[in-house]
């Protein structure tokens, strides 16, 4: 069996990918992005909560100064809820 003529589709389809190329470029040549109503607000929330201390200071004080005076009280039943919570979430129970 014999297969003439190679040659000339090989130039068939250089022709038909530089073409494109040409074409692509042309038709995409800015990109943009919009953000959603919401996705705005979630970007100004984000930005908030950043900017916003982890540590409340007015109740770190308040503890302190209750600590210092004797008079900050826990009952055992709190703290054993949060034992209880703390070993419940680490073993996902």
């Known amino acids: 069996m014999r297969i003439d003529g190679i040659g000339a589709i090989n130039q068939v389809y250089k022709a038909n990918n530089?073409?494109?190329?040409?074409?692509?470029?042309?038709?995409?040549?800015?990109?943009?992005?919009?953000?959603?109503?919401?996705?705005?607000?979630?970007q100004i929330a984000k930005a908030a909560v950043a900017a916003t201390s982890d540590v409340r200071a007015d109740k770190v004080a308040d503890i302190k100064a209750r600590l210092?005076?004797?008079?900050?009280?826990?009952?055992?039943?709190?703290?054993?809820?949060?034992?209880?919570?703390?070993?419940?979430?680490?073993?996902?129970?």
């Open 18 to 42: 530089a073409y494109k190329t040409q074409t692509a470029s042309a038709a995409y040549s800015t990109d943009q992005v919009e953000l959603s109503s919401f996705g705005k607000e979630l």
């Open 68 to 93: 210092s005076a004797g008079t900050y009280q826990v009952s055992a039943a709190d703290i054993a809820s949060k034992l209880v919570d703390n070993i419940a979430s680490e073993f996902e129970l």
